[in-house]
């Protein structure tokens, strides 16, 4: 089984996000303008085999747009 390229806390955030947009039927393009960037840059912080990941900035204008605190994407513990 290949490892990870990202962080077990990179991989959840990416998770959180993930299923964030899905339960609010949004497509990758929408959480692109949000953050403002490109559909494509989302596509690969989606996918396992890329190294792209939100960064706090991100975090930051996701948590306003669907009305959340930034620490709502991180886990309630450290993970390892």
Do not use: C, W
Not at 61 to 75: E, I, N, Q, R, V
């Amino acid at each position: 089984m290949k490892e990870s390229l990202l962080t077990p806390i990179e991989q959840y955030i990416v998770d959180f996000v993930t299923k964030l947009r899905m339960d609010n039927g949004l497509n990758q393009a929408d959480i692109g303008f949000v953050i403002g960037v490109g559909q494509s840059f989302v596509a690969n912080i989606e996918n396992p085999n890329k190294r792209a990941k939100y960064n706090v900035n991100h975090i930051n204008k996701l948590a306003d747009h669907f009305g959340l605190s930034p620490k709502d994407f991180m886990p309630e513990k450290a993970l390892r």
